[in-house]
């Protein structure tokens, strides 16, 4: 169980494994990345219980709340404190009245793993529903990309000690990483980047993000509800996500490694968006 908030990893002792003679060696200590329940707690009641690495998370309250569609601005949310509760944490929101009571008006109950995207949804048509078109952007030249992915490596402190978080970078149009963030579930480590930009009052066209996980569509739409018009991925997408993009507007450029990458969707253009300036 984490002491503190800002507590990403514990350790464990370990022994080398060999497929020839199994456990060999001497005993040694690991770090391990830290999965916790966090619950989410909106006017005194409970609203979601997500998987996560206990560090910024009022950066996730925000951004979480954000991409949810329960609130539309930072002044929204009024306060976020950070319980530690049993073996998890516990987050208790304080929403603007008028929030509060759309909230309440159309609530439901997420459970949901470090992995899960879809917990809780009870009307498959609210997937047909996308965010607002995105405004045109600034296309992200294929130098920028290049530069952030060579950055990456050393901006992931916690992936580099435990080898088990996904990491969402939010990037300048000229390939700097502005912030990172690290979780042990891919869509929490993007809402992490989005709160963190959004409550600084960062603009979605005035970069992009990198992910570092595969491109599912639910990180499509996290993108798009930024406004970011970018999403470059280390992984590949999958269909629904190249669905989503179309729809929304966003460039998906994926399979990104050193010596270039894949653009999959262009936003609505012939020359792939992300890509050529």
């Known amino acids: 169980m984490p002491s503190s908030e800002g507590n990403p990893a514990v350790t464990a002792d370990a022994r080398s494994f060999s497929y020839h003679a199994g456990a060999v060696g001497p005993t040694f200590t690991r770090a391990i990345a830290i999965e916790a329940p966090i619950e989410l707690v909106i006017g005194g009641s409970p609203f979601a219980v997500m998987m996560a690495t206990p560090t910024e998370l009022e950066d996730f309250a925000y951004g979480f709340l954000f991409t949810e569609g329960i609130v539309e601005r930072p002044g929204d949310i009024r306060s976020v404190d950070t319980v530690e509760s049993g073996f998890g944490w516990r987050l208790d929101i304080a929403l603007s009245g008028e929030k509060l009571k759309t909230h309440f008006a159309r609530r439901r109950a997420i459970s949901g793993r470090s992995g899960c995207g879809l ?30 992915l060579a950055a990456l490596e050393f901006r992931q402190p916690l992936n580099a000690l435990t080898r088990a978080v996904h990491g969402a970078a939010w990037c300048s149009l000229d390939g700097r990483i502005a912030l990172i963030r690290e979780d042990v579930g891919r869509h929490n480590a993007l809402d992490k980047a989005i709160g963190a930009v959004w409550r600084a009052g960062g603009d979605g066209r005035a970069g992009f993000f990198l992910i570092t996980s595969r491109c599912s569509f639910e990180m499509v739409a996290k993108a798009a509800i930024f406004g970011a018009g970018t999403l470059v991925s280390l992984s590949a997408p999958t269909s629904l996500a190249l669905e989503r993009a179309r729809t929304f507007g966003v460039a998906v450029i994926a399979v990104a490694r050193a010596d270039g990458a894949i653009a999959f969707t262009d936003g609505g253009a012939e020359t792939p968006r992300g890509l050529i300036a």
């Open 119 to 148: 917990c809780g949804v009870d009307d498959l048509q609210r997937l047909q529903a996308p965010p607002r078109s995105l405004p045109s952007a600034t296309p992200v030249r294929p130098e920028a990309i290049g530069a952030a």
